[in-house]
């Protein structure tokens, strides 16, 4: 007797909103044109922007029952969190963008070793499979284009990058503790009070005195989708499936944003970025075939 797969469409969603994340890396070089804007200011516009949306969508969209006292906590360690996330994420981008995205991609591995012990998810081998086949199409992504800057730049963007890495695999894990207390929408509206003015806090007086009022509404305007949409998205589907399973499809985002970004420089994919491509796309087939069962 075969068992009853899983809903697919909380998968998609996952994948969808992943893919969306590619295009940050051509967005925020759209805004950073338009006017000056460092990491932490780039990251509390991203976030206040999903808290905005996030918070109207809470209107209508409520949890059956009030939060305890601890899944309150949750959520507020959440806030923190994912403001470290952004924070720590977007300032190893602007050291160097393959070494970033590569510790930043560390999360999937963290999850998948924490998933087991702290949820008791079973983690299978095909997950295990997907999860190391994707890491290998990261490398191969990557791999064409060494990272440049001093050995020391490089090593801060990673220590920054497997940083974010940890407090974003923290978030996929915590989302789990509070499913039966907040809603999708309202668990991002919670954590986004908390960490946008933390954001903002990181924010140098004189960056303020400087901001360009195009720049920022700029990037406040595009953050709705890759942002907040996307973001909504990925939580309602991390609700759904195992943890494991969501931050291998996270994988899906280098791949938009390298081959993305060669489109834009009018360079044609070279055999790494075909291989890597193929090999983190296999892992999220691999992942997702799991949905049916």
Not at 189 to 196: K, M, N, Q, V, Y
Not at 212 to 229: D, Q
């Amino acid at each position: 007797m075969t068992r009853p797969g899983r809903p697919v469409l909380p998968y998609l969603a996952v994948a969808l909103a992943a893919s969306s994340w590619g295009t940050w890396p051509l967005l925020l070089r759209r805004a950073e044109a338009v006017g000056p804007l460092p990491a932490a200011l780039e990251a509390a516009i991203v976030m206040a922007s999903i808290t905005v949306l996030s918070g109207v969508f809470s209107l209508f969209d409520r949890a059956a029952r009030s939060a305890t006292r601890r899944e309150r906590a949750w959520v507020a360690w959440m806030g923190v969190s994912d403001a470290f996330n952004v924070l720590l994420f977007f300032t190893a981008y602007k050291i160097t963008i393959t070494v970033a995205v590569l510790t930043h991609y560390l999360m999937p591995v963290f999850v998948a070793i924490v998933a087991p012990l702290v949820l008791k998810e079973r983690l299978t081998r095909r997950t295990l499979l997907a999860v190391g086949a994707s890491l290998l199409g990261l490398l191969a992504l990557l791999g064409h284009s060494p990272a440049a800057g001093s050995a020391a730049a490089l090593g801060w963007s990673a220590v920054l990058g497997a940083g974010s890495a940890a407090f974003y695999a923290s978030n996929v894990i915590v989302n789990k503790f509070v499913i039966d207390a907040f809603s999708t929408s309202e668990v991002m509206f919670w954590h986004g009070l908390i960490a946008t003015p933390l954001l903002a806090a990181f924010v140098a007086p004189q960056a303020w005195r400087e901001l360009s009022p195009n720049a920022a509404a700029f990037l406040a305007l595009v953050a709705i989708g890759p942002g907040a949409i996307a973001a909504l998205a990925f939580v309602w589907g991390l609700r759904r499936m195992p943890a494991a399973h969501a931050s291998t499809l996270t994988l899906l985002e280098p791949v938009v944003a390298v081959l993305l970004g060669a489109s834009a420089l009018g360079e044609a994919p070279g055999w790494r970025t075909i291989v890597g491509a193929v090999l983190v796309l296999s892992g999220a087939v691999a992942v997702m075939t799991q949905a049916r069962g």
